[in-house]
């Protein structure tokens, strides 16, 4: 049987991710203590005993995990010796964490936005209106960083959200206001990103100043950071009369995947990041179009330094891989809209999507099959 165009890209990015976990891997094992010590405690060498994602999978099962708690143990040795960017996570769901990105790292943060541009359909000369969120959530920094050195080359406008203080007059409220609405009609942006609950509450407050999204015409709103409610990604396309795409962007793993204008689910960025779904309790992995926790390694090419491994980590969100294909054309693997599970009270006005309970039912469902 001919194997077919479609096929044939498929099985190369299968081998290009098998040669970038053997090589992760490796690093990882040779140039961080604690990584060398998960391995060896499961009886694991990477430079002879992962061939790939299973193998990884199978060190996984043996205990071979990190979680957030991990992060400042996963500094390579080398770190010291390069030029190196400090970010901090936002601490949505436990203690802000830090990460040491070099250059190489920073590379391939650039190579996921843009294929998130691509999806998104951004060309060349448009210009993107970013909303990173205040300190120290800095995920959504990563929309400002990234679109100077990506293709297409676009233009970029980083706008913290202003506030108006309550103290002030009416009249310098409202000159306020019409100072950050002139800048934004003056940049007439085609396309806006950055965290969910920025965007919205900065269109909020400027439309009762009299900002016209008509006038604007925005194409696309992404969302990064944490997972984005579908309600909420709804209410914010509305507000902003702009198509909504989720992206879904952690410090993390950087770009981990985007929406196509299919809207069919994520693409998960597969030449970057080694994606997969899991029972952490069973210690497995899940069926495709089932719902588990997030379980993913950061790609690089052999001869890349990272300076933060990301070796079988979780962000604790739920997800499913999906076994249907993309009508885009796009080889790369879909996933379900992420959520997480949220303690702490709703940002903006918006509730956060909770677990499915029909995950509930399905972890039952596989012990079942176990057992028999």
Not at 194 to 203: I, K, L, N
Request: aromatic share 8%; net charge neutral; with cysteine.
């Amino acid at each position: 049987m001919q194997v077919t165009e479609v096929q044939q890209r498929r099985d190369d990015l299968d081998r290009l991710m098998d040669l970038k976990v053997r090589a992760a891997t490796r690093l990882a094992y040779d140039h961080n203590e604690f990584l060398h010590g998960l391995f060896k405690s499961a009886g694991i060498n990477p430079h002879t005993d992962i061939s790939g994602r299973s193998d990884l999978l199978k060190a996984y099962k043996k205990g071979v995990r990190t979680s957030s708690q991990d992060v400042a143990k996963c500094y390579a040795d080398y770190a010291a010796q390069l030029p190196l960017l400090e970010i901090w996570s936002s601490g949505s769901s436990g203690k802000p964490k830090k990460f040491l990105l070099s250059k190489d790292a920073l590379e391939r943060w650039n190579r996921g936005f843009s294929k998130a541009w691509s999806l998104l359909r951004v060309a060349d000369g448009e210009k993107i209106l970013v909303f990173p969120a205040p300190p120290p959530h800095m995920t959504s920094l990563s929309y400002s960083l990234t679109p100077f050195l990506n293709s297409p080359k676009v233009r970029t406008l980083v706008f913290r959200v202003p506030s108006i203080p309550k103290s002030l007059a009416a009249e310098e409220k409202e000159r306020l206001a019409q100072s950050y609405i002139d800048m934004i009609y003056d940049f007439n942006p085609d396309h806006v990103s950055g965290a969910g609950w920025a965007m919205d509450a900065f269109a909020r407050m400027l439309v009762s100043y009299g900002l016209s999204m008509e006038k604007l015409r925005v194409k696309t709103v992404s969302f990064g950071g944490d997972p984005t409610p579908s309600e909420q990604r709804k209410s914010i396309g509305e507000l902003w009369r702009a198509e909504p795409f989720d992206a879904y962007a952690t410090s993390e793993a950087a770009m981990v995947g985007c929406e196509c204008h299919s809207h069919s689910g994520i693409h998960i960025n597969e030449d970057d990041i080694f994606l997969t779904t899991v029972d952490p309790q069973a210690a497995e992995e899940v069926a495709r179009n089932e719902v588990g926790k997030d379980l993913c390694t950061n790609l690089y090419n052999e001869g890349e330094l990272p300076a933060t491994f990301i070796i079988n980590y979780s962000h604790n969100d739920n997800l499913a891989l999906l076994s249907d294909k993309c009508t885009c054309g796009e080889v790369t693997m879909l996933a379900s809209h992420p959520t997480r599970d949220f303690k702490k009270k709703p940002i903006a006005g918006f509730g956060f999507d909770m677990k499915e309970k029909k995950s509930l039912v399905q972890r039952a469902a596989r012990k079942v099959r176990r057992a028999i």
